[in-house]
């Protein structure tokens, strides 16, 4: 996969690093909200919301790589 995104993209191996880098920095400081949710309604209304996250993270990935500065996009989905 890292082959195909250094093509594609034009981009370094660092910057493919990113893509898993960035989901396990933003994973410690969600913790907390989180934890606050599943105290607060459950565990059912913290679920419904990381899921719709991550579909719409999904999309705008998926969305986003074959237009020009799609990388871009691609790391904030």
Same mark, same amino acid.
Not at 37 to 41: N, S, V
Not at 46 to 63: C, D, E, K
């Given at each position: &996969? #890292?082959?195909? &995104? ?8 660092? $910057? ?13 400081? &969600? ?5 606050y949710?599943?105290?607060? /309604?459950g565990?059912?209304?913290? #679920?419904?919301? $990381?899921?719709?996250? /991550? $579909? ?8 986003c ?13």
């Open positions: &996969m #890292t082959p195909l &995104m250094i093509r594609l993209f034009n981009i370094s191996t660092f $910057a493919t690093t990113l893509l898993v880098l960035v989901f396990n920095l933003l994973g410690v400081p &969600m913790n907390f909200p989180s934890n949710l599943m105290d607060k /309604f565990i059912q209304i913290p #679920t419904i919301i $990381a899921s719709a996250s /991550f $579909a719409i993270g999904a999309w705008i990935r998926y969305g790589a074959n237009e020009e500065n799609g990388f871009a996009w691609i790391l904030a989905g």
